[in-house]
């Protein structure tokens, strides 16, 4: 594993439904081998769900060479990723102007460690 971590944070929401919610929850206590697999094999170290309400954020750890091109190939050729996917697809709704259901990446707005460099 790479000393060169490179951090990536996106955002998404769920339906408004406390059901909906309550599965999709679930759903991420035993996540399926064969996602986890694919997810390593991406380049993925480490990944972590936050969920407030309906408004999810994902953080992710990745090695240097990580591109989502690569994470979203290697999905589509695995039959279990692609019905995991679409699966969670249906939990989903876009983020306020947003033109799809997909993970949307954030802006990094403050890093303190980067500023106390400077400080």
């Known amino acids: 594993m790479s000393t060169n971590v490179i951090r990536h944070c996106l955002a998404l929401d769920l339906r408004d439904d406390p059901a909906v919610i309550a599965q999709y929850d679930r759903y991420h206590e035993a996540v399926w081998p064969e996602v986890l697999d694919a997810l390593r094999a991406s380049g ?4 972590t769900i936050w969920r407030r309400e309906t ?8 090695e240097p060479d990580f591109s989502f091109d690569k994470l979203v190939a290697g999905a589509d050729v695995h039959p279990r990723v692609m019905e995991w996917n679409a699966l969670m697809a249906s939990f989903q709704r876009p983020l306020p ?5 997909e993970w949307q990446p954030m802006k ?12």
């Open 108 to 119: 990094l707005a403050f890093n303190m460690q980067a500023q106390m460099k400077r400080a």
């Open 44 to 47: 993925i170290i480490d990944m």
């Open 55 to 62: 408004r999810l954020v994902m953080l992710i750890e990745t």
């Open 97 to 101: 102007n947003a033109t799809s259901t």
